[in-house]
Structure formats: C-alpha cells, structure tokens
C-alpha cells in the first residue's frame, strides 16, 4: 500500500530541474538542524522476522480492552528470508493482523511473542489475505479492472446498546487500473467497506466478521473522499463530546495537495451508517459532501490520538511528509475538528537510496496506549519505487519506529 502517486513523481522531477539543483549543491547546504524524533531499535526487531509473516505496510495500532494490542497491515509479505531476500515461494497479500500480548507502558513485547495471521490457503495452496471483499462495489468503475481487494484503514472497539464488545475495522476498497498505472502504483481507490467483529475477544481465529459497504466513502475523481483514515473515540478525560467517534476522512482534491474531513457519531452505534454526520465549519450536515478542509498537506493515512502534556489532554496528528518528502510530521489541537497546528517535523528518515534504486518513506503513525510516559511512539515504513527492490531486500518494507519526546511537540 502506498500513498502515493506516479503524477508526483513527475512534479518532484519538474521541481529538480527548475532550480538546478544537483547532488553536488545538496550536499554543501549547512548541516540541518537535529530533530527530536529518536530511533527506537528495540521496537524495530519485534517486526524483523525471518518466517510467516515478514514485513508489511500500512501499522495502525488498536487497543482491545483487555491489555491486547491488535495491529492493522495492509500490503504483507508471508514466506521466508533467506540471505536478507524474502525467498523463492513468499507471497504478498493485501492485507494481515497482528495479536501482542499486554506489556508494560513503553516496553517491547518479547520477540516472537506477536501472533500474526492472514487468509486461509486458496485452491493454489498458496495464503491469502485476512479479509477479502464479500460485497460488490456501489457501483461498476469503468476506470478500474480486474480483482478488487481491501486495505486496512483504523479501528477502533465499541460498546454497541445490546450489551458485549464489537470490533470496527474500516477497509479501503482497491482495484487495478485499466490505464495510467505504472507498476507498484498501479491501483485505485474504488470506495469504502466496514469489517464488524461481534466477538472480539475471542482468538482471532474464530472471529466472526461481517462486511458492510460505507456509502459515504466515495469516488468522485476530482472530489474523491476516503473515510475512517483515522479515528478518535472520545471517552470522556480528552476533547469532544463523550461517547463520539469522531472520524477522520482524506479528500483527494484536483492537484497534490490532500485535505483532512471530518465525520462523528455515537461510537456505541458507530457501525450504522445513517448516524454519521460531517463537520461543515458551522455544525454538522448528514451529507458527506458538505464536509470541509480542517487541515490540508495531508496523505492517505495518519492518526489522531490523545496525550497528556502540561496538565491539559492534547489531540495529536502524525503522518508522513507528502509528495515524497523525507520527514515525519506531526500537528496538535484542542478540539476533534481543530484548529490544527501548522506541522512540525520531528524526525528524518535517511537511507533512502540504494545503488540505482529510489526509495521513499510513508505510513507515519502513533502509538500512544504504547508509548512510555513522556514521549510518544511512532512507525513510519521504508519502501521503493521498484518492486525487486523490495522484494531482494527484507530490511524494508517493514515497520520501523521512533520515540519523539512531548515536549519537543508541544514546546
């Protein structure tokens, strides 16, 4: 999964050529000054693995109520490593969990101590993703060809009327393109899908899971809008009405430049459709169009989370640096539908070239429920603009994270 585009591509190589930089000129620019964002290598071998499950995208984190961490991939490779390669007879799926037990505020689970699991071998014998698409799209898009598959967008658990727990994971509904796509970024998105699990505090391997189609997700070509790329659940100590989710949508306007929407409901009946609303700067319409930019610069994932810095319960933002930039960002508020802070770089992902190979950072994500008082956890993933790149070299495309101290967000 990748939140980019080919059209960026050519931007970033039309902005080079307008002002002349060359590799030479960016090497004698002064040394940039240090971020706060330090690496977290502790974390980092927790997701080094050399068997099943061995790498992925995507990294949301959710907390499930009895101490359990349940992790959120998209794009994951299942097979073996072999002489740092992932090897002959590895599959990439579209999509996997990760069950890890409960451990101290900050501490690394023990490695091999995370349960992964993905889709039941097909007729081929070969494994398939978690959760494949059960429903057929709104409606037929001539642009798009082919199989369609999910990818996985947040989620969040929720107390539903009649009593237990229900599960929400929110899917991002994908197919390939008839035209223009060009090898790893050949996808689109075809719309939105809610995954409903009604027991989940059972072993992942007897969830029962139903699928629902979200009509507000849409795509509308120069006004597309993807839902549930992040979410907030107000309970009662942080910002907002209590008993809300609130639900962070990307509006992928004409040009580059991504806007965050906002969506709420009552997060006790969050997975019925018609209770969503959408902040249009002045209250709350019933129409998903009517949603307004709350922040802009934005890519098609992030978080918003809460944190507790100098006596007051702050909503932070975390995401990637658009249009391949190198940084990992992060924005702050007071309120679900802001104002947002303008954002902060708080860590430079390096490395980022291999020979002849371009590669390029994305999926920039927070981890508060795992981050050691003080500080806040982030992941952020290393992947390449080519394929064999990816695929002869296991130490990327996998999580990677940091720790940003607090007061270096809020100071």
């Not at 599960?167 to 509904?173: E, G, I, R, S």
């Not at 139903?210 to 120069?222: D, F, I, Y």
């Not at 934005?298 to 909503?315: C, D, K, P, Q």
């Amino acid at each position: 999964m990748t939140p980019s585009r080919p059209l960026e591509v050519l931007v970033m190589a039309a902005l080079l050529a307008l002002t002349g930089r060359t590799a030479l000129q960016a090497e004698e620019k002064p040394a940039r000054p240090q971020l706060p964002g330090k690496a977290a290598p502790e974390w980092d071998r927790i997701f080094a693995r050399k068997k099943g499950w061995t790498g992925a995208d995507g990294c949301y984190s959710v907390e499930l109520g009895d101490g359990r961490t349940l992790w959120l991939y998209s794009d994951t490779w299942v097979g073996t490593v072999a002489k740092g390669k992932h090897a002959e007879g590895s599959r990439l799926v579209n999509n996997s969990i990760g069950i890890q037990p409960a451990t101290p505020a900050g501490k690394p689970p023990k490695h091999g101590s995370l349960e992964f699991f993905w889709g039941k071998p097909g007729e081929d014998g070969r494994p398939r993703a978690w959760i494949e698409p059960e429903l057929p799209l709104k409606a037929d898009d001539p642009q798009a060809t082919g199989k369609s598959w999910y990818w996985l967008l947040d989620g969040c658990m929720i107390s539903p009327p009649g009593g237990g727990k229900k599960l929400l994971v929110f899917l991002m509904h994908m197919g390939r393109k008839k035209e223009g796509g060009d090898g790893v970024f050949n996808f689109r998105m075809l719309g939105g899908a809610l995954a409903v699990i009604s027991n989940p505090l059972d072993a992942p391997s007897q969830w029962k899971i139903t699928q629902a189609v979200n009509p507000h997700s849409r795509r509308k070509g120069s006004d597309d809008i993807s839902w549930a790329t992040a979410l907030y659940h107000s309970e009662g100590e942080g910002p907002g009405e209590t008993g809300t989710l609130y639900i962070y949508g990307i509006r992928d306007v004409k040009g580059l430049n991504k806007q965050v929407v906002l969506a709420r409901a009552p997060a006790a009946r969050a997975d019925d459709f018609s209770t969503w609303r959408f902040f249009n700067g002045k209250g709350w319409s019933r129409k998903s169009s009517d949603s307004i930019k709350i922040t802009d610069q934005a890519v098609n994932e992030h978080t918003v989370e809460t944190v507790s810095y100098g006596g007051r319960t702050h909503l932070v933002l975390v995401e990637s640096q658009p249009v391949f930039g190198r940084h990992v960002l992060v924005r702050t508020a007071t309120n679900p539908e802001g104002p947002w802070s303008e954002f902060r770089k708080v860590f430079l992902v390096t490395n980022l070239e291999k020979g002849e190979h371009k590669r390029f950072t994305y999926a920039g994500k927070g981890h508060a429920h795992l981050s050691a008082p003080g500080e806040l956890l982030i992941s952020y993933v290393i992947n390449s603009h080519n394929f064999w790149d990816m695929v002869g070299d296991a130490s990327i495309y996998r999580p990677r994270f940091i720790r940003v101290p607090l007061d270096s967000i809020f100071d």
